[in-house]
C-alpha cells in the first residue's frame, strides 16, 4: 500500500494540476463546423450519393480541400472521414466554416492505454482484480435498461461491420447487465461519494456507493460518466470530486476510463473541460462520447437539450446510427474494448 501511495505521489508531482486557462491549447489537424444542416456525399458533385447529413454546429475534421461543382462562385469541397460509416465524403465548402476548437473537443473518441494505465491495471491484478469485470459508476444515462445492458442477449444487438468486439463482450461476460451499487437516477459526483447514497440492501454501514461497489465487483475496469451537476454551483467543484473518484479507483488498481457528457446545459462546457483536465492530469483514458454524437440530428439530444434520442442496438441500420443511444452504447464498447485491449501487456517468453 505504501509503495503504489508513494506512485500517485511521485504522478501527481510529475503532472501539474491543469488550470481551466490551459485547456484552450493548440489541436493538431483542420477543423470545421456545419452553418446548417449540411449534406455529406460520395464525391464532390451536387448529383453524388449521399452519405448522411450532418447536423447544424456538427464539428468534423477536414481532410483536405478538393475542387468539385461550383456553387456560390467556389468549387472547393471539403474532404471527411466520417466516423460513423467509415466511408471518406465530400461537403461544399459554403456549408460549413473554420472552427477552433478547445482540445477537449477533439480528443479522440476511442481511448489509447497510456503506460500509467498499465502500470494501475498490473497493481489492480496484484490486489485480486477480476481481469473480465467492469464497473460503472454514473446517473440517470447510465442505468442498465439503456445502457450496455444490451450486450447481455444477443436479441438486442447486431454489431454488423464491428463484429470484431463480439469477443471483448463475452470476455466481460458477467458486468453488462450487473446492477451497479455506484449507478442511480439522482447520483452525481458529490453523492457517490457519501455513504448517505447507498444501497442499504447491498452496502454495509459506513460504505459510500464506490467503495461498496468495488467490494461487490472488484473489477480491472471502470466507465465514469457524470452528467449532472447543481446549476448553482461552478465546475471547478464537480472536477474535484471528479478528481477524489478517479484517486478511489486509481488507489483501488482499477482503470477509470472518464466520459464527457452529451449536453451543455451549463453553457460553457464547463464539465466536459472538467472532465477532460482530470483525465490529463491522472493520465487515464477518456471516452469522449459528446463528439460521436455531434454530426447526428439535433447533435444527439432531444428537444429538451438533454436527454438522448433513442432507437434500438442494431449497429447495421444506418438509420438507427443516427439516434444517439445506439451511439452511446457502440462506443461504450468500443472504448471497453480499447482499454481492455490496450492493458494486456504481452508476456515475456
Known amino acids: 500500500m505504501f509503495k503504489y501511495v508513494s506512485f500517485l505521489l511521485i504522478l501527481l508531482t ?19 463546423r456545419t452553418i446548417g444542416q449540411a449534406n455529406l456525399r460520395e464525391c464532390p458533385e451536387v448529383d453524388c450519393p449521399l452519405i448522411r447529413p450532418y447536423a447544424g454546429q456538427a464539428l468534423f475534421e477536414v481532410e483536405a480541400i478538393v475542387a468539385g461543382d461550383e456553387l456560390n462562385d467556389t468549387t472547393d469541397w471539403l474532404e471527411v472521414n466520417d466516423f460513423l460509416s467509415g466511408q471518406t465524403g465530400y461537403m461544399h465548402s459554403t456549408l460549413a466554416e473554420v472552427f477552433n476548437p478547445d482540445a477537449w473537443m477533439v480528443a479522440p473518441i476511442v481511448p489509447q492505454v497510456t503506460e500509467t494505465a498499465r502500470e494501475i491495471y498490473a497493481r489492480g491484478q496484484e490486489l485480486g482484480n477480476h481481469y473480465d469485470r467492469f464497473s460503472k459508476v454514473g446517473d440517470c444515462q447510465n442505468v442498465s435498461s439503456h445502457f450496455l445492458s444490451i450486450f447481455d442477449d444477443p436479441q438486442e444487438y447486431a454489431l454488423g461491420e464491428f463484429d470484431s468486439l463480439q469477443s471483448t463482450i463475452d470476455h ?41 461497489e468495488y467490494r461487490l465487483n472488484q473489477p480491472s475496469i471502470v466507465i465514469v460518466s457524470m452528467e449532472t451537476w447543481w446549476a448553482q454551483r461552478p465546475a471547478e467543484e464537480y472536477e474535484d470530486y471528479m478528481r477524489q473518484i478517479v484517486e478511489f ?18 453553457g460553457d462546457y464547463g464539465l466536459n473541460r472538467s472532465v477532460y483536465r482530470v483525465a490529463q492530469a491522472y493520465d487515464v483514458p477518456m471516452w469522449n462520447f459528446w463528439l460521436s454524437i455531434q454530426t447526428l440530428p439535433g447533435n444527439g439530444l432531444s428537444d429538451d437539450d438533454f436527454h438522448l434520442t433513442f432507437a434500438r442496438n442494431f449497429f447495421d441500420d444506418p438509420v438507427r446510427l443516427q ?11 468500443k472504448a471497453i474494448d480499447a482499454v481492455y485491449q490496450g492493458l494486456q501487456v504481452p508476456q515475456e517468453s
Open 323 to 333: 439516434y444517439s443511444w445506439p451511439i452511446r452504447n457502440l462506443t461504450a464498447l
Open 249 to 266: 479507483w486509481i488507489d483501488k488498481g482499477v482503470v477509470p476510463i472518464l466520459a464527457t457528457k452529451a449536453d451543455n446545459l451549463e
Open 14 to 32: 510529475a503532472i501539474p494540476f491543469v488550470t481551466a486557462q490551459e485547456v484552450t491549447e493548440a489541436v493538431d489537424g483542420v477543423y470545421y
Open 172 to 212: 466481460f461476460g458477467e458486468s453488462w447487465a450487473r446492477e451497479s451499487a455506484s449507478v442511480d437516477n439522482g447520483f452525481n459526483v458529490a453523492s457517490v461519494l457519501s455513504p448517505l447514497w447507498s444501497d442499504p440492501n447491498v452496502c454495509e454501514p459506513g460504505e459510500n456507493p464506490l467503495e461498496c
